[in-house]
């Protein structure tokens, strides 16, 4: 059973930082709606570890009757809620401020935490297993409580043969404290101990060039600088090829490890079968993601195009193609995106509204706070958290978009689940917030002042589907291609990391047909992405967006029925597959139709383009 339910950071916004003491108190989170203090937050985590010793009395008791059966999941899950709202607690004070050596204490003591409690319960599943189908549906006939339990113990017995022994489960559970050692390793070196660079954006102005600066002109306007950029960054990071390669090659053994010690024959499909998603779903994705290069590639000589270069380089995928980028304050844009998600009807939008006024969010960047953006709707009796680092821009607003859609698939599914059944998948999570993202475009296009403002927004829309869909398809094709290698009992070097990367690489960006350049340079991009590191993370996000924008078409175009089925997935959490609730709100993502209309919408917002484009020179 899983043990966590917080979501990752999503989306990166960099900033300046907010002065502290200007930042009103209505723009921070109100953490103390959790814990008033630490010294509360102490108590409990006591009291939790008290409770953890005395679930000792369940192991080997879970067969003697279906009422002992459920008395004991009912004490799992009360454990699991109370070191969720505990950990949730620890590490958003923490990001509040990086600096605060007493946040810190306590996020690491919820991290020893959550290694107690799976040691502590790792007899759970294996335990159940031993009752048997047939004993577990006599329970279920015995206990009418016991059905609320009946999805989970389903899953459990589908899981059998890829559950070890209580004593096999606990050393799985132990080995945490030390796997997670390449994403440490790679951490601290990627983000801390990195030699960076003096670099001069301008004459006169010198400063690190560390990954936020490189995050920060990358997009510059003035091509020249955006040369120099990148050829003053890869090499910092082409240095340490050999050390990258040594943490990423671990990391893909690990995850070998924990495949085959769960009986899988491959990476992919241990990390696919805890969720029960058919491999074919992500397969078809590459499948489909390949098929439609034409398409990517048509963006990129439009950009070209728009760019007014003939030679397209690397280095020119992010400016903006139309430089209009609108100042949007934190009351406009949540004024844009309540409007943006009205076709989802009066509760959707009332909760929202109620999250904005009532300190929900953390909204702007100021020293020590955590960068990026994330949502957290793990303390399951209140409502979502959202961290931001809000900046007055386009990127902002979409990235408030973004998270409230997860905040808001939080609510729902916590309002209309018990606890042991709103824990929904990553797997669905990205459709919430890209089906918002998609909203707010149709939104923003009805408000454009003038053709110049839509093509900002159209844009960004196809940037959007660049970066969400097809990078991270080519950055999933990049993942099945090194585990599969290490799984054929390839050793793999930095060398030959850069070389797979190389290739996908050019092939995604047309270098072969002449579309754009893309210098050897650039082959050491893969170790610069930490998501390499989260064991087939990032396919997630292509499907997710695939599937939102059919979904979100529908529901824009005023399908009542589409609506239903759609806010009906918000609210199913997990009481059923991911694969499955998707499947009945309307996409099967394991067919080629949802990548086939992501993409003919990516053909309709370019001929909008140039129509607009045409229409000017004409």
Same mark, same amino acid.
């Given at each position: ?163 070890? *022994? ?5 050393? !799985? %559970?132990? /080995? ?5 050692? =390449? #994403?440490?390793? $790679? ?73 085959? *010690? ?5 990476? !992919? %499909?241990? /990390? ?5 998603? =058919? #491999?074919?779903? $992500? ?336």
């Amino acid at each position: 059973m899983s043990a966590t339910r917080l979501l990752p950071a999503l989306l990166v916004t960099l900033s300046m930082a907010f002065p502290v003491d200007a930042e009103p108190l209505k723009d921070r989170w109100n953490l103390e709606s959790i814990y008033a203090d630490a010294e509360a937050w102490g108590g409990d985590a006591r009291a939790l570890e008290k409770d953890l010793e005395a679930f000792g009395e369940c192991e080997g008791r879970l067969g003697s009757s279906a009422g002992r059966l459920k008395g004991c999941l009912d004490r799992y899950f009360d454990l699991r809620r109370r070191l969720e709202r505990l950990s949730s607690y620890a590490s958003m004070k923490y990001d509040e401020n990086t600096k605060v050596a007493a946040s810190l204490d306590l996020k690491q003591r919820a991290d020893i935490l959550y290694t107690r409690f799976g040691e502590v319960t790792a007899f759970v599943d294996p335990e159940i297993l031993a009752i048997g189908a047939g004993t577990i549906d006599r329970f279920l006939r015995q206990d009418p409580g016991l059905a609320t339990y009946r999805h989970i113990l389903d899953d459990i017995l589908r899981r059998a043969p890829h559950t070890l *022994s209580k004593e096999g489960e606990a050393l !799985l %559970a132990s /080995a945490s404290m030390v796997t997670g050692a =390449p #994403e440490d390793l $790679y951490g601290i070196l990627a983000n801390a101990d990195m030699p960076w660079v003096t670099f001069e954006p301008e004459p006169g102005k010198s400063m690190l060039l560390s990954q936020s600066t490189y995050s920060r002109y990358r997009g510059s306007t003035d091509r020249a600088l955006r040369k120099r950029l990148f050829e003053t960054f890869w090499p910092q990071w082409q240095k340490f090829q050999r050390t990258f390669g040594v943490s990423l090659y671990s990391q893909m053994k690990r995850d070998w490890f924990y495949a085959k *010690s769960r009986n899988y024959p491959s990476s !992919l %499909a241990a /990390a696919l079968g805890n969720g029960n998603i =058919p #491999e074919k779903v $992500y397969h078809t994705l590459i499948e489909q993601t390949n098929a439609n290069l034409d398409t990517l590639h048509r963006y990129f000589r439009l950009r070209g195009r728009m760019l007014g270069i003939e030679d397209l380089r690397y280095y020119d995928i992010y400016p903006p193609i139309v430089d209009a980028d609108p100042e949007i304050d934190i009351e406009k844009a949540k004024r844009l995106v309540l409007e943006a998600v009205e076709p989802l009807g009066e509760e959707y939008v009332s909760v929202m509204r109620e999250g904005f006024g009532s300190r929900w969010m953390d909204v702007y960047p100021r020293p020590g706070k955590r960068s990026g953006a994330y949502m957290n709707g793990a303390v399951y009796d209140m409502h979502p958290f959202v961290l931001m680092n809000y900046n007055d821009d386009y990127d902002s607003l979409s990235t408030l978009a973004h998270e409230w859609g997860h905040a808001l698939h939080s609510w729902l599914s916590n309002r209309n689940q018990p606890y042991h059944l709103a824990d929904y998948s990553i797997f669905l999570a990205e459709v919430a917030s890209t089906f918002n993202e998609d909203l707010l475009l149709d939104r923003l296009l009805k408000e454009a002042k003038d053709d110049r403002e839509r093509l900002f927004y159209l844009g960004n829309a196809l940037e959007q589907y660049r970066g969400t869909f097809f990078r991270q398809a080519m950055f999933a094709e990049y993942e099945l291609k090194i585990h599969q290698a290490v799984e054929r009992g390839e050793s793999l070097s930095g060398e030959r990391f850069s070389e797979i990367y190389l290739d996908l690489l050019r092939r995604y960006h047309g270098h072969d047909k002449g579309v754009m350049t893309v210098d050897d340079l650039y082959a050491i991009e893969w170790a610069y992405i930490p998501h390499f590191y989260y064991n087939f993370y990032v396919y997630q996000y292509a499907t997710s967006i695939a599937a939102s924008s059919l979904l979100a078409r529908e529901v824009a175009a005023g399908d009542i029925e589409a609506r239903e089925r759609y806010l009906e997935l918000l609210k199913s959490g997990d009481s059923d597959y991911p694969y499955e609730l998707l499947k009945r709100a309307g996409v099967d993502l394991a067919s080629p139709e949802p990548y086939r209309a992501l993409v003919r919408r990516m053909n309709e917002i370019m001929d909008a383009i140039e129509e607009i484009l045409d229409g000017r020179k004409g």
